[in-house]
């Protein structure tokens, strides 16, 4: 199994470009199921959840063909409407192709993801949702079984905010007779994406951004040629690697505008920031100042970023405390984060952090996506070799990490 060896304690200096986002090429990939036509896509990250994806519609018949960070879709021959148990454990996010099916084919039968290391992260309101629109939705032997003859236009009320959950609603209500409204809608920048995509697929969207998205059905939806927005977490995250290595970091190709919660927070740690238009540069001149989060859905601070500021506020000069409100098992990192030398202690689903002035390196292991970069900033800022294992969680949403920060001058190998 891969690993990552860092050598840490040393300023990272320089620039990197920022990829295209995961949150926004899963939905996107699912979303060309919709047409007939040919899909083609720039900016796609070169990451294995986006490969699984890819993967479970070259399995319904779609042909894929792929070329660097361009990636040609056409969903005119499907052979079937099933997205397999063996795929959809590896990646949750393969319930984004429920309703796509269902919208253009009248039939879905996707595996039910089960539990998450995150949490439990049920997909009961992507069902609701669609039965609401008229599907007869069924869950037998692990799978989510959906026909429908037609969509139907409603208002759909959602329980709390699921990002994924108003994603699969929306591309539902594309091809749906006629008028839907999602209330309660997820306003993520990811959101915004997806709705950018279908608009030039030719639906009728309005509202995306706000809490309620008005979706008028169309008899079908033409090919396009789309560019995905830049990762506003990757991007997250190498602004802490520049803060926590006190060193001076320039990252490219980035939506500032996307970072606003994030930004507030590291400016509040005592970064210096420069923000142009798709850039944006940090820089630090002494230890930073402890800061405490509580994670929300968008625009408030993401989840998503929750474990690399846990990190900056390890080595940070005081206390803190960390809320977390997504997801319910979001601290698995705190065990390995400790094995660095850290301070911290849980009350319920808050983290106290105690900064300490020099984290040590120290073998750990990953447990999540997140996490993972958690411990990969850890070793970072820590003195020594960190060695990470099971890494395989990274690969799932850092596209070439460990060249972008050798780009910096980290000392980092994959082994
Ligand atoms: N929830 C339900 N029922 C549902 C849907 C959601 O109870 O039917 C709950 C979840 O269990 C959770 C909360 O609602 O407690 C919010 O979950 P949400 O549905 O918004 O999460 P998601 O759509 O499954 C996406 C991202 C996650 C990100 C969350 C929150 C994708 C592919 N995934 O997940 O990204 O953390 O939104 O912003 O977009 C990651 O990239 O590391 C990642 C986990």
Redesign the pocket.
């Known amino acids: 199994m891969k690993k990552l060896k860092i050598n840490g304690n040393k300023k990272l200096i320089g620039e990197v470009r920022i990829s295209g986002s ?2 926004a090429a ?2 996107i990939i699912a979303a060309a199921l919709l047409t007939p036509d040919d899909v083609i896509l720039h900016n796609v990250p070169d990451l294995s ?1 986006v490969r699984t994806m890819l993967k479970l519609l070259e399995g319904m018949g779609v042909k894929v063909v792929k070329d660097g960070a361009t990636i040609c879709i056409n969903a005119s021959q499907i052979t079937n409407t099933k997205a397999p148990y063996e795929l959809v454990k590896t990646m ?2 393969s ?2 192709t429920l309703c796509p099916l269902v919208a253009r084919f009248g039939h879905a039968e996707v595996s039910l993801p089960g539990g998450c290391a ?11 949702g669609l039965q609401q629109f008229g599907a007869s939705v069924t869950v037998e032997k692990g799978y989510v079984n959906a026909n429908a003859i037609k969509l139907f236009g409603t208002t759909i009320s ?10 699969n609603l929306m591309m539902a209500a594309t091809l749906a007779d006629g008028i839907t409204v999602i209330n309660n809608a ?1 306003r ?1 920048p ?1 959101i915004e994406d997806l709705a950018k995509f279908l608009k030039s697929l030719g639906a009728d969207i309005q509202g995306e951004g706000t809490s309620s998205i008005r979706i008028k059905g169309v008899k079908a939806l033409h090919g396009t040629e789309y560019t995905v927005q830049p990762d506003r ?1 990757e991007a997250g995250t190498f602004l802490v690697s520049g803060v926590l290595t006190q060193g001076n970091v320039t990252i490219r190709k980035c939506n500032p505008n996307h970072l606003k919660s994030v930004l507030e927070k590291l400016s509040e740690a005592g970064a210096q920031l420069k923000i142009g238009d798709d850039w944006i540069n940090i820089s630090i001149q002494n230890r930073p100042t402890p800061v405490s989060i509580s994670t929300a ?2 625009p408030d601070f ?3 970023m929750q474990a690399q500021f846990m990190i900056l506020n390890c080595i940070s000069d005081g206390t803190s405390y960390i809320t977390e409100n ?3 098992n979001r601290f698995m990192h705190i065990p390995e984060l400790r094995r660095l030398g850290a301070n911290i202690q849980i009350e319920n689903n808050t983290a106290i952090i105690t900064g300490v002035p020099q984290l040590i390196g120290a073998p750990v292991m990953s447990t ?3 996490a993972s970069a958690a411990l990969v900033l850890g070793g970072l800022a820590a003195e020594g070799e960190t060695i990470i294992d099971r890494i395989y969680h990274l690969d ?2 850092y596209e070439n990490i460990e060249i972008k920060l050798r780009s910096l001058g980290a000392d980092v190998l994959r082994i």
């Open positions: 995961k949150n899963l939905p959840d949750r996010a319930i984004l995150i949490g439990a992260r049920p997909v009961d309101q992507h069902i609701k959602t329980d709390m905010i699921t990002v994924t959950g108003t994603e997820a993520e990811e977490i859905p968008y993401p989840t998503d997504i997801f319910e999540d996506l997140r799932r949403g």
